[in-house]
T-cell receptor
Framework: AQSVTQLGSHVSVSEGALVLLRCNYSSSVPPYLFWYVQYPNQGLQLLLK??????LVKGINGFEAEFKKSETSFHLTKPSAHMSDAAEYFC????????????FGTGTKLQVIP | GAVVSQHPSWVICKSGTSVKIECRSLDFQATTMFWYRQFPKQSLMLMATSNEGSKATYEQGVEKDKFLINHASLTLSTLTVTSAHPEDSSFYIC?????????????FGPGTRLTVT
């Protein structure tokens, strides 16, 4: 079975501060891992994905995530938060290869304080 | 590229009526589409996997007779909520999987807000 755990349903950071959103995964086989962002009343937008290539993955809007197998983690970071980063962020996992369903974490709402 | 649309973006219906939601892949072919449901302040829960030309695979606990899924073409899947009730009010999101080459990327639609009165 596959699952992801997002620590912290709400995270608040000051504008310009480091953003760190935590995600730990559980998978019996090498996983594909994703981070999505969702703005209110909108669908999901892919920020970045890990597909067994480079462990440090760079995404859009200055976000990046590092796959750490030893820690089963895939934390999302951004050096400097911007007001427009305020949104809901979802970590997701699916088995590599073929079409497989994606399992989402419970989400982390990011608040950016001016 | 890789745009997925949903129609309508929001709908209000009366209890007991049926509502159809369309999911279209605009610039690619998708043999597989997924339907998710999202309650307020919660994560996405997969309802069913839709494969073009065959029956959908429903997740445990999802009523297949209530949530009818049709995937008649490589660019269109529909979800029909039959005999809707207020507890069916939710945000429904579809995704389409691009299967060209070795990519299995999923692209999400903008969602449909359903309110049943």
């Amino acid at each position: 079975a596959q699952s992801v755990t997002q620590l912290g349903s709400h995270v608040s950071v000051s504008e310009g501060a480091l953003v760190l959103l935590r995600c730990n995964y559980s998978s019996s086989v090498p996983p594909y891992l994703f981070w999505y962002v969702q703005y209110p009343n909108q669908g999901l937008q892919l920020l970045l994905k890990y597909t067994s290539a480079a462990t440090l993955v760079k995404g859009i809007n200055g976000f990046e995530a590092e796959f750490k197998k030893s820690e089963t983690s895939f934390h999302l970071t951004k050096p400097s938060a911007h007001m427009s980063d305020a949104a809901e962020y979802f970590c997701a996992v699916r088995y590599s290869g073929g079409y497989q369903k994606v399992t989402f974490g419970t989400g982390t709402k990011l608040q950016v304080i001016p | 590229g890789a745009v997925v649309s949903q129609h309508p973006s929001w709908v209000i219906c009366k209890s007991g009526t049926s509502v159809k939601i369309e999911c279209r892949s605009l610039d690619f072919q998708a043999t597989t589409m997924f339907w998710y449901r999202q309650f307020p302040k919660q994560s996405l829960m997969l309802m069913a996997t839709s494969n073009e030309g065959s029956k959908a695979t429903y997740e445990q606990g999802v009523e297949k007779d209530k949530f009818l899924i049709n995937h008649a073409s490589l660019t269109l899947s529909t979800l029909t909520v039959t005999s809707a009730h207020p507890e069916d009010s939710s945000f429904y999101i579809c995704s389409a999987q691009q299967t060209s080459g070795s990519s299995y990327e999923q692209y999400f639609g903008p969602g449909t807000r359903l309110t049943v009165t």
